[in-house]
T-cell receptor, first 111, second 114 residues
Framework: TQLLEQSPQFLSIQEGENLTVYCNSS?????LQWYRQEPGEGPVLLVT?????EVKKLKRLTFQFGDARKDSSLHITAAQPGDTGLYLC???????????FGTGTQLKVEL | GAVVSQHPSWVICKSGTSVKIECRSL??????MFWYRQFPKQSLMLMAT?????????EQGVEKDKFLINHASLTLSTLTVTSAHPEDSSFYIC??????????FGPGTRLTVL
């Protein structure tokens, strides 16, 4: 069974702080996605990374895919209350169409 | 705009009754859709893969006779929770697949079984 462990599990910070969320596995993934989910809604795709070592930026969010394609990180600069939510990484393997979801990181950004 | 819709958004039912949840792909003919359940403050758990015109593929530990999935058209998959019990109360979410294995999720359905 493939597992994607995220850390930290919970994070509560003040507006303006920086943070990093980690997504680790012993399995190799062909691609990895990050999603954000708000209470009572479905997850929304933030980014897809495909190449080992790839870095993608989405405004204040920076995503990195590990060189070996086993891990990923999400860095948020100058966090805002609107960043509050559940962040989920998800990996795809080979030609399969199923995603393995990470354990999730609940982020709360307070004023 | 939304690419996947779900109906209803929430439902409350009595124990022993059956509940049907619809998932529609609004912008794409989806031969494959997915059904997840999610408990509070936890990640998504894949229940089954819904295949248009054929039987769904269930994950280990998911009772196929309890969670009936029908994917009769390229834009509609349904999940029926049969003889629901309080432990079936959860947030059920469907999704369709994108071109790079990403998934586009519906808004979810909150099921409460009394």
């Amino acid at each position: 069974t493939q597992l994607l462990e995220q850390s930290p599990q919970f994070l509560s910070i003040q507006e303006g702080e920086n943070l990093t969320v980690y997504c680790n596995s012993s399995s190799v993934f062909s691609s990895l996605q990050w999603y954000r989910q708000e209470p009572g809604e479905g997850p929304v795709l933030l980014v897809t990374v495909v190449t080992g070592g790839e870095v993608k930026k989405l405004k204040r969010l920076t995503f990195q895919f590990g060189d070996a394609r086993k891990d990923s990180s999400l860095h948020i600069t100058a966090a805002q209350p609107g960043d509050t939510g559940l962040y989920l990484c998800a990996g795809a393997t080979g030609g399969g169409n199923k995603l393995t979801f990470g354990t999730g990181t609940q982020l709360k950004v307070e004023l | 705009g939304a690419v996947v819709s779900q109906h209803p958004s929430w439902v409350i039912c009595k124990s022993g009754t059956s509940v049907k949840i619809e998932c529609r792909s609004l912008d794409f003919q989806a031969t494959t859709m997915f059904w997840y359940r999610q408990f509070p403050k936890q990640s998504l758990m894949l229940m089954a893969t819904s295949n248009e015109g054929s039987k769904a593929t269930y994950e280990q530990g998911v009772e196929k006779d309890k969670f009936l999935i029908n994917h009769a058209s390229l834009t509609l998959s349904t999940l029926t929770v049969t003889s629901a019990h309080p432990e079936d109360s959860s947030f059920y979410i469907c999704s369709r697949q994108g071109v790079r294995n990403e998934q586009f999720f519906g808004p979810g359905t909150r099921l409460t079984v009394l």
